[in-house]
């Protein structure tokens, strides 16, 4: 079983609207965890990390995390073209190596 | 921006035969990581390194060997490539001081076992 599941497998929205990306791990040893964003033809690039509960904000982007539930959430407001790409969650831990989800592909419409 | 070089971008490989992915780190991160991208998968860590002379497996290592012989390079090794092996593989390098490590990836290098 996959112990990070993300959702939707993929995502279209309209240039200036609001995407929303999910996560849920099923493993209670994560303590934080990345967003991994891919341009198609490139390396995954880090975006942001969260690892206390409630919201993160770096501009457009706002993480949300629910420690009790293991879910994750990525909402990237106003969305440019330059956004579409691939984005992926992965949790970790001291000790542990990042685990990766299976990823979210955004297309947005311009 | 830390910068992970990966040689050669594209290989082509006949079944059988023995292949070799370079990775390069200029960032001096005591962290290595190989990983291999597919559909459906998403991203599976292959082997990793601590530092110089130390290699760990991760999640899927059969059929793949890894070499850190200093702190700058990171080798992956298919002794016998088979076809189930075609993938696009990724390097990446992190801070082992940071508690949340970011990790800092290559552009990949494609690979198809014919």
């Known amino acids: 079983q996959q112990k990070v599941q993300q959702s939707p497998e993929s995502l279209s929205v309209p240039e200036g609207g609001m995407a929303s990306l999910n996560c849920t791990s099923s493993?209670?040893?994560?303590?934080y965890f990345w967003w991994y964003r891919q341009h198609s033809g490139e390396g995954p690039k880090a975006l942001m990390?969260?690892?206390?509960?409630g919201d993160k904000k770096e501009g457009r982007f706002t993480a949300h995390l629910n420690k009790a539930s293991l879910h994750v959430s990525l909402h990237i407001r106003d969305s440019q073209p330059s956004d579409s790409a691939l984005y992926f969650c992965a949790g970790g831990n001291m000790g542990y190596k990042l685990t990766f989800g299976t990823g979210t592909s955004l297309l947005v419409d311009p | 921006e830390a910068a992970v070089t990966q040689s050669p971008r594209n290989k082509v490989a006949v079944t059988g035969g023995k292949v070799t992915l370079s990775c390069n780190q200029t960032n001096n991160h005591n962290n290595m990581y190989w990983y291999r991208q597919d559909t459906g998968h998403g991203l599976r860590l292959i082997h990793y390194?601590?530092?110089?002379?130390?290699?760990e497996k991760g999640d899927i290592p059969d059929g793949y060997k890894a070499s850190r012989p200093s702190q700058e390079n990171f080798s992956l090794i298919l002794e016998l490539a088979t076809p189930s092996q075609t993938s696009v593989y990724f390097c990446?390098?992190?801070?082992?001081?940071?508690?949340?490590?970011?990790?800092?990836f290559g552009h990949g290098t494609k690979l198809s076992v014919l």
């Open positions: 990390s969260i690892f206390s509960d």
């Open positions: 390194s601590y530092g110089a002379g130390s290699t």
């Open positions: 990446a390098s992190g801070d082992a001081g940071q508690n949340n490590e970011r990790l800092f």
């Open positions: 493993d209670r040893n994560f303590q």
